[in-house]
């Protein structure tokens, strides 16, 4: 079974879409669904840690990508040392195709 961490990053903006949707649209079942949504995701990569495909590769090193309701969740997995760690997290109507944040 896989570790797997949120870079501090990661786990911030996760936490600030939660916070986003509780504020903005009123919606504290949302926030607390999207973030239940986002630990089950976790909790599966301990186990299918390469479950999904790759997204991006910079500077070889392979990137994933899980979707989690309206959000994605951006990975890298060492095979080496068993751990996942989320890089980033973002809602699926921004533009991450052209994002550079998800670079390592």
């Not at 501090?8 to 903006?13: G, M, T």
Request: proline letters at 2%; aromatic letters at 8%.
């Amino acid at each position: 079974m896989y570790n797997v961490k949120f870079l501090p990053s990661a786990e911030n903006e996760m936490c600030e879409i939660a916070s986003y949707i509780a504020s903005e649209f009123m919606n504290i079942e949302a926030a607390e669904n999207l973030i239940n949504a986002m630990m089950k995701a976790r909790d599966d990569l301990k186990i299918f840690p390469v479950a999904h495909a790759v997204f991006k590769i910079v500077k070889s090193i392979e990137i994933r990508r899980v979707l989690v309701l309206n959000c994605s969740m951006f990975y890298v997995v060492d095979k080496d040392e068993q751990l996942v760690t989320i890089i980033n997290v973002k809602h699926n109507l921004n533009d991450f195709l052209h994002d550079d944040t998800l670079d390592v």
